[in-house]
Structures are given as structure tokens and as C-alpha cells.
């Protein structure tokens, strides 16, 4: 049975030349299929979604990792999005024939291979993470990239592999495993970054806002707007028509016209479904029941028994 697990990595750039190289490395690499990639100047971040079976993903990731540190100097970054590093967070995802503990493992690979061959310092996440408080990617970027050296020293933030020291222009890198999630960002009719801020304090889940959300307001200079940033880490639980209600009741607050609203990385289909069934009010629509999706699953079971 064909194995797919995706990877969605982070990097520290917008600079198209960059892209570019590091994307050429995805595409050389034997079995992985490159499904979307973003990257714009306001988060100064390119994320990348990629397929592939346990070793051609493993494989890919290392060669992007490796062409990423080489030419991503953190020392001049500056960006609205979190980060702790050029290869900012790592994560590895079961689709099919897979499960969790083999991204973990992979993600273990990784992050090893990493600090061994370019000395990079990786802390485990998700549910790779090694304690507790690491399940959470805002504990492990406390500080960012600017105050890396100080709280990389502390015993409790010791990384998982590599030196107890920042690379000198790669900083750190956070890898892991984690169920697919949904990454939706949310256009504002307004410049005032204080007012996009509040929306998403109400949204975020360690201020108050829903459990599985993380929220961040950023500033768009080329449309002059603002946008609420979110990652739905379990949108069966928190779905995203229930998330989008809080948010345009939080804008309405503020008498802020919402604008427009897009995925960040692939839309997962169980979230389309979901909201669709709200919004139109469709009673027992589920994935099943979409067309491509049943005879996708017709042909799939007629393969097994042939």
C-alpha cells in the first residue's frame, strides 16, 4: 500500500531568488510532489506543502534544510511572523497508510540529522515533543530569534539535539508531528494594527478566544489592511464557521468590514464540508458524500480486490 505523509516546513524568507533554490531541491528530489507554497514580504515566510512516501519526504526536507541554512542569514531578518529560525518549524504529517509514531520518528531523523550535519539546535514538538510544555509551538518561539541566545541557556529549554547555542546565522529549528490542521487568515478593512490585535486576542486560545486556535494580527503595506492569521490545529473540534462567527462579531465591535479571507497551505476537505453544511444548512453532508470523493473511494476499493 502506497504510504503518504505531507511536510509542511517554514522558512525565514520572502526573497524570490531564495524560494527558488530551496523549492529546486524539493523538485530534484525523487517521489515527493510539491502541492502549494506561499511566501510574501508582511511575514517575510515561505511555506511550503509537500507528498511523499517515509524516505523521499525525509530526503527532500534534509536537501531544502540544508540549502535554506546556506543562504538565510537570520542576523538581517525581519518579519511580523513568529520565528526562531531559517528553517523555522518542521512539521510531519500521516495522510495515508501511516501513523503518527511514523512521524515522529521521522521528525526524530530529522531533527538529528540537522544538528549532527550543520550544527543546528532542534527542539521536538507536537507530538514529538519530549515534555509537556513543547507540545506548544508559542512556548518554544518565546523570545524569537532575538532573544534565542539568552533563553536557549536556560536547563529547561535545553534543545532535543544539537548545541545549547544558536547557530551563528541559522538560529534554531522546531520539528514534529501533528494531525492535519487548517491554516485561514482573514483580510480586515482596516490599517489600525491595535484594533486587528484585539480581534485576534478574542480569537487566540491562551487569551481567552477557542481552544485549538492561535491567532495573530499582521500589517498588509501593499493593500494598506490588516489581517487576522490563524492556525486551526483541530477544526473538527473548532470549526471553522463557528471561528468565523467569533471573528465577525469581534469586527463588528470595531465597526471593521471584513474583506476577504484565504487558506494559508492546502484547505482540508473535512473544514469545506463543514462549512458548507452551516452556511447552506445542509442536513447529513458529509465527506462521503462528496463526488470525486466517492468515486475516489469506488476505485480504491475495487484496486484492493483486484
Known amino acids: 500500500m502506497r504510504q503518504i505523509i505531507e511536510c509542511v516546513p517554514n522558512f525565514s524568507t520572502s526573497d524570490p531568488k531564495t524560494v527558488e533554490i530551496i523549492l529546486n531541491e524539493l523538485k530534484t ?17 515561505l511555506v511550503v506543502s509537500f507528498v511523499g512516501d517515509k524516505q523521499s519526504v ?31 518549524v518542521v512539521p510531519f504529517i500521516p495522510i495515508k497508510n501511516v501513523t503518527m509514531e511514523d512521524c515522529i520518528q521521522i521528525a526524530r531523523k530529522f531533527g538529528e540529522t540537522l544538528a549532527k550535519e550543520r550544527c543546528v539546535p532542534v527542539y521536538l514538538y507536537g507530538e514529538a515533543a519530549t515534555q509537556p510544555e513543547r507540545k506548544d509551538l508559542d512556548w518554544i518561539r518565546e523570545g524569537e530569534y532575538e532573544k534565542l541566545a ?18 551563528p546565522t541559522a538560529g534554531a ?15 480586515l478593512g482596516t490599517a489600525d494594527l491595535k484594533i486587528a490585535k ?31 492569521g490563524m492556525s486551526i490545529s483541530d477544526f473538527e473540534a473548532t470549526p471553522l464557521y463557528r471561528v ?5 462579531v469581534e469586527a463588528a465591535r470595531y465597526n471593521v468590514p471584513i474583506i ?27 465527506v462521503d458524500r462528496v463526488l470525486e470523493i466517492a468515486v475516489q473511494n469506488v476505485i480504491e476499493q475495487r484496486e484492493t480486490f483486484e
Not at 528530489?29 to 508582511?42: A, E, G, I, K, S
Not at 529549528?173 to 483580510?187: E, P
Not at 476577504?260 to 458529509?286: H, Q, R, W
Open 29 to 45: 528530489t525523487q517521489n515527493v510532489f510539491l502541492l502549494d507554497y506561499t511566501f510574501d514580504d508582511y511575514y517575510n515566510r
Open 58 to 88: 525525509l530526503e527532500a526536507i534534509v536537501k531544502m534544510s540544508f540549502k535554506a541554512i546556506e543562504l538565510i542569514d537570520m542576523r538581517t531578518h525581519k518579519g511580523q511572523h513568529p520565528r526562531l529560525g531559517a528553517v523555522d
Open 150 to 167: 539568552e533563553m536557549i541557556v536556560k536547563p529547561e529549554r535545553k534543545p532535543d539535539f544539537g548545541p545549547a547555542e544558536p547557530h
Open 173 to 187: 529549528t522546531i520539528t514534529g508531528a501533528r494531525k492535519v490542521m487548517a491554516g485561514f487568515n482573514v483580510n
Open 198 to 228: 484585539k480581534i485576534a486576542k478574542a480569537l487566540h486560545s491562551k487569551k481567552g478566544g477557542f481552544s485549538n486556535v492561535k491567532a495573530m494580527a499582521a500589517f498588509i503595506p501593499e493593500k494598506n489592511i490588516t489581517q487576522i
Open 244 to 248: 468565523f462567527e467569533l471573528l465577525k
Open 260 to 286: 476577504g479571507s484565504e487558506f494559508c497551505g492546502m484547505a482540508p476537505l473535512k473544514s469545506l464540508v463543514d462549512i458548507a453544511a452551516y452556511y447552506l444548512k445542509i442536513d447529513n453532508l458529509t
